[in-house]
């Protein structure tokens, strides 16, 4: 029926037109009985255009619109929540909306991790997650309230960070090789240390063990300063560690550096060889940790943090200050990070079958 009284009065608007051109438009649409339908109509038509209008928009990238919310679920003042606060304090430059860092710690951070797996999936609620939070935690905790796979979606590394053989810098082994040529002297001559045994340090010296056909002794400890202590000590023969609790020992010759885990030689310590290229092609072993936004947030959010994290990452200022904690950037965004944590599950799931470590 409006479609209908729209087209007469269109019609009759140019029947007016034609015999009476000394009449204004105003004039003409003023003489229609119509007009109050008509203003009616353009007024809604041009409300609806702006609300397309304003969609078109949304849909073309307008977000974020407000402040994002970052779990770590470690301790403030811990080595990943600097390095997370690096890169929050980029993004939120680049986004110009606060990325702010929430530390919700415990269980392992396994209780941040389950407060973003159930966040509401629209991108301002984010996980810092690590290969302990999605991958070595999962495989041995069988209660664990979130499904690392299913819940999240990966947006980026942010960054890793190779674990660093250490040995006595005075009565240890001088180099790799020396190492293993005392492990195979017999099962159990070679003792390391770690933090524990479901620790990365330890499930990478049992990489290490099944790599070069060794049997070691493992010592466990209850943390990773008194593990540290004992090794520059020389009461156990090494261990793998990650890189701030040995650096300054390091450099200050207490602990002597033989081999890295990483790919590539890490910056910060760029005379000490790969376990990789000291015989052991294609061997890896690292912390990595990277953003997370829950399942099914939309592609907008998720297509927006992905390339803000990698124009981060790509900052000169941000990548002196991860070199300088001891870490690394690796360009894995989207479906290329998922398919490296893949990789990563099928190898320490390996691993914990084969060597039967379980939780304590």
Not at 198 to 216: R, V, Y
Not at 296 to 321: F, G, M, N, Y
Not at 345 to 351: H, L, P
Request: proline share 4%; charged share 15%; glycine share 8%.
């Amino acid at each position: 029926m409006t479609a209908l009284v729209f087209n007469e009065s269109f019609a009759m608007i140019q029947f007016q037109i034609q015999c009476s051109r000394t009449l204004s438009v105003h004039q003409i649409f003023s003489s229609l009985e119509i007009l109050p339908v008509l203003r009616a109509l353009v007024l809604g038509w041009t409300v609806l255009c702006v609300a397309l209008s304003a969609a078109s928009v949304q849909a073309q990238g307008v977000w974020p619109t407000r402040a994002i919310k970052l779990v770590v679920p470690f301790q403030a003042g811990s080595a990943t929540d600097a390095a997370t606060r690096v890169v929050a304090n980029k993004m939120t430059a680049l986004l110009g909306q606060p990325v702010v860092v929430d530390n919700r710690i415990g269980a392992s951070g396994n209780i941040g991790s389950d407060v973003v797996a159930h966040a509401q999936a629209d991108g301002y609620t984010i996980l810092l997650g690590t290969v302990s939070t999605q991958v070595v935690g999962p495989l041995l905790n069988p209660n664990i309230t979130y499904d690392s796979m299913r819940d999240f979606i990966p947006i980026g590394m942010m960054a890793s960070s190779p674990y660093i053989l250490v040995t006595s810098g005075s009565v240890g082994f001088k180099n790799f090789d020396d190492l293993l040529r005392e492990a195979k002297l017999g099962k159990g001559r070679v003792t390391f240390a770690s933090a524990g045994v479901t620790s990365m340090g330890n499930l990478s010296a049992q990489l290490f063990s099944l790599a070069a056909n060794i049997e070691l002794r493992h010592i466990p400890y209850k943390s990773s300063a008194q593990s540290v202590t004992d090794t520059m000590s020389g009461v156990v023969n090494f261990q793998f560690s990650s890189v701030s609790p040995v650096l300054s020992q390091i450099k200050s010759g207490h602990l002597r550096a033989l081999s890295v885990t990483s790919k590539s030689r890490l910056g910060i310590l760029p005379d000490v060889p790969t376990v990789s290229e000291s015989g052991f092609p294609g061997f890896e072993a690292v912390l990595w940790f990277g953003l997370f936004a829950p399942a099914d947030t939309p592609a907008i959010a998720l297509d927006r943090l992905s390339k803000t994290l990698r124009t981060t990452l790509q900052d000169v200022q941000v990548q002196h200050d991860l070199v300088a904690q001891g870490l690394q950037t690796p360009d894995l965004l989207g479906k290329d990070f998922q398919a490296f944590i893949k990789s990563e599950f099928s190898k320490w799931a390996n691993i914990i079958k084969v060597t039967g470590v379980q939780a304590q």
